[in-house]
């Protein structure tokens, strides 16, 4: 039992780049999400799914898309990446929307 | 709208000193309430959560937290901190009684804790 992983740990982009963060849980869970996290901003909801095949918009969506086929996996798609999305990405997972699970994070510097 | 405030960035406690990190919410209804932890390096973990009931809440580690309606607030206790406490703390609150599917988070305050 893996809970919440995380692919890749680290990496680096160019501005205008795309890319894509891959999300997976193993605990069969319905509520997935994804965050930025930034010195002296808490976390921040980009998208999140409340189930496979939905996805929604949380507070800071612009430049980030995402996808839910499958149950298990979360994708967080980055189009052409700017200076801006220079931050440390979590996904967490759930099955109901209190205790949230979270994965070791994704840090992501774009030049 | 929403909002979770912790007004201490950073808080430096001795070893074995008592700890009190703050937190306070902005909620129209009865918040659902919750206290996570992030070691360096890791994802965050939850602590406790409060929903209803006793405003006294225990959880994991020896840390507790008391809900106070009057004053907002839902602050962090342990009586004895260890080295290992050593990490952030964020406050969070459910986005709102009918949409408890997202949490808002606090900014975090860093505990550094001496030996």
């Known amino acids: 039992n893996a809970g919440v992983t995380q692919t890749p740990k680290f990496r680096v982009l160019k501005t205008g780049q795309s890319m894509t963060l891959l999300c997976a849980q193993d605990m069969n869970h319905e509520y997935m999400y994804w965050y930025r996290q930034d010195p002296g901003m808490g976390l921040r909801l980009i998208h999140y799914?409340?189930?496979?095949?939905?996805?929604a918009k949380g507070e800071v969506p612009d430049g980030y898309n995402v996808s839910r086929l499958k149950k298990q996996n979360f994708l967080l798609g980055l189009e052409s990446a700017a200076p801006s999305q220079t931050s440390v990405y979590f996904c967490?997972?759930?099955?109901?929307?209190?205790?949230?699970?979270f994965g070791p994070g994704t840090r992501l510097t774009v030049t | 709208a929403q909002s979770v405030t912790q007004p201490d960035i950073h808080i430096t406690v001795s070893e074995g000193a008592s700890l009190e990190l703050r937190c306070n919410y902005s909620?129209?209804?009865?918040?659902?309430l919750f206290w996570y932890v992030q070691s360096p390096g890791q994802g965050l973990q939850l602590l406790l959560k409060y929903f209803s009931g006793d405003t006294l809440v225990q959880g994991i580690k020896g840390f507790e937290a008391e809900f106070k309606r009057s004053q907002s607030s839902f602050n962090l206790r342990k009586p004895s901190v260890h080295w290992s406490d050593a990490a952030e703390y964020f406050c969070a609150v459910a986005a709102s009684s009918y949409n408890t599917d997202k949490l808002i988070f606090g900014t975090g305050t860093r505990l550094q804790v001496f030996p």
């Open positions: 967490a997972s759930t099955f109901d929307p209190y205790e949230q699970y």
């Open positions: 909620y129209g209804a009865t918040p659902y």
């Open positions: 799914s409340v189930g496979e095949g939905t996805t």
